[in-house]
Antibody, heavy 124, light 107 residues
């Protein structure tokens, strides 16, 4: 059974940094594109970033471009989201998600599996 | 960016009913559309990809249709566990935008 477990959330002051991790199991991590999606309290889902399975491309929402960086360590089955210059409006539950199918580049298959999420609160 | 607009924003229905949720894209997305279900306090669950293809384990009571800019999610024979919020998402181009959600409530 595909598993994705996020960690690294917490309370942080505006302007500071935080790194989220997503450790996966029960599938061949290096073969799948991965995403971060967030949800502010009481709001809709917002796609944040993705990284292709072969690390050849990363993409970001305009709201986080230049501040957030997505990366992966295939040897450790782990996805990361480095979040710098955090703002109050970045407060949300952050979900790690996996493409539905292997070897996708961008418009292949959409998200198939989700983690349970980790809460990031940006507050002074 | 492609804007995704869902209608209605909320919907009341009874157990056993059949309901349809609409998702409109601000420009053509061919068939690069997915649907998700989310219950309060839980992670989203993937239901459908490429407009009409059910994810593994999703019951056939869920169905999707459409092309271009207008898409629908239909849920038949509503059961208590189906009352949730539903989101569409386009993955034709970046950013992969979601709709604002449709909350399906018990009448």
């Amino acid at each position: 059974q595909v598993q994705l477990v996020e960690s690294g959330g917490g309370v942080v002051q505006p302007g500071r940094s935080l790194r989220l991790s997503c450790t996966v199991s029960q599938f061949t991590f290096r073969n799948y594109g991965m995403h971060w999606v967030r949800q502010a309290p009481g709001k809709a889902l917002e796609w944040v970033a993705d990284i292709w399975y072969d690390e050849s491309n990363t993409n970001y929402a305009d709201s986080v471009k230049g501040r957030f960086t997505v990366s992966r360590d295939n040897s450790k089955n782990t996805l990361f989201l480095q979040m710098n210059s955090l703002r109050v409006e970045d407060t949300a539950v952050y979900y790690c998600a996996r493409d539905s199918f292997a070897y996708c580049r961008g418009d292949c298959s959409g998200v198939g599996y989700w983690g349970r999420g980790t809460l990031v609160t940006v507050s002074s | 960016d492609i804007q995704m607009t869902q209608s209605p924003s909320s919907l009341s229905a009874s157990v056993g009913d059949r309901v349809t949720i609409t998702c409109r894209a601000s420009q053509g997305i061919i068939n690069y559309l997915a649907w998700f279900q989310q219950k309060p306090g839980k992670a989203p669950k993937s239901l459908i990809y490429a407009v009409s293809n059910l994810q593994s384990g999703v019951p056939s009571k869920f169905s999707g249709s459409g092309s271009g800019t207008e898409f629908t999610l239909t849920i038949s024979n509503l059961q208590p566990e189906d009352f949730a919020t539903y989101y569409c998402q386009q993955y034709k181009s970046y950013p992969h935008t979601f709709g604002q959600g449709t909350k399906l409530e018990i009448k």
